[in-house]
């Protein structure tokens, strides 16, 4: 099952490069879930093209970047290529998955409000979900929100929303990376396997 999947944009070493890039990390939870990724590089023209000429399944709009209308936004060109990604899916009812800076994405697409909230950079916190089960998760971002135009699945103890959804639409985000070692957890590859729609 191939999957789109964006990539955030570094500032590379002294040669004032921006390159798209994709922890190494995120290979080995594909890999768990059954998905190949084709990277959508940041460049609106070529996502266009590259949408319309590769058949795939889903899209998941990864972290890094803050989205650029916010304090420290980075990579406008990358917000282009996932509002555009996210009206065509969503257009043609295929699943979408957002996670951290993919979340608040999602967030603001639905013309949901984002703030600045302390406390979330390389933290812990106790995430409990609608179905009735919790766990802790450490995020990395400076951004969050208390309310969403989407439904709430999961909320931590300061009630900053930790994931929603809209199941009519296939849609998902978390704050949290899955891929990355400290939040591992068999949860979020089934989470992930069942929005996909990946056959076990």
């Not at 990724?37 to 998941?60: R, W």
């Not at 199941?167 to 069942?194: A, M």
Request: hydrophobic share 35%; aromatic share 12%; with cysteine.
């Amino acid at each position: 099952m191939k999957i789109f999947v964006t990539q955030r944009i570094d500032l590379f070493g002294n040669y004032n490069e921006r390159r798209d890039s994709i922890d190494l990390k995120w290979y080995e939870f594909f890999e768990n879930i059954g998905i190949t990724p084709i990277l959508v590089p940041n460049n609106l023209e070529m996502a266009q093209d590259l949408f319309s000429t590769v058949n795939c399944s889903g899209l998941l709009l990864t972290g890094g970047n803050t989205l650029a209308h916010l304090d420290g936004g980075d990579a406008p060109e990358r917000d282009e290529v996932e509002r555009f990604l996210l009206r065509e899916f969503l257009q043609k009812k295929m699943p979408v998955i957002g996670v951290c800076r993919g979340f608040h994405m999602i967030q603001h697409y639905f013309g949901g409000p984002i703030e600045k909230i302390n406390g979330y950079s390389n933290a812990l916190h106790t995430c409990d979900f609608t179905d009735q089960t919790s766990r802790r998760v450490t995020t990395h971002c400076n951004y969050g929100f208390y309310k969403t135009p989407l439904t709430i699945s999961g909320i931590d103890e300061n009630g900053v929303i930790m994931s929603l959804e809209n199941k009519s639409k296939n849609i998902y985000g978390q704050l949290w990376h899955p891929e990355r070692d400290v939040n591992k957890s068999e949860q979020d590859v089934k989470k992930f396997k069942i929005i996909f729609g990946v056959n076990e």
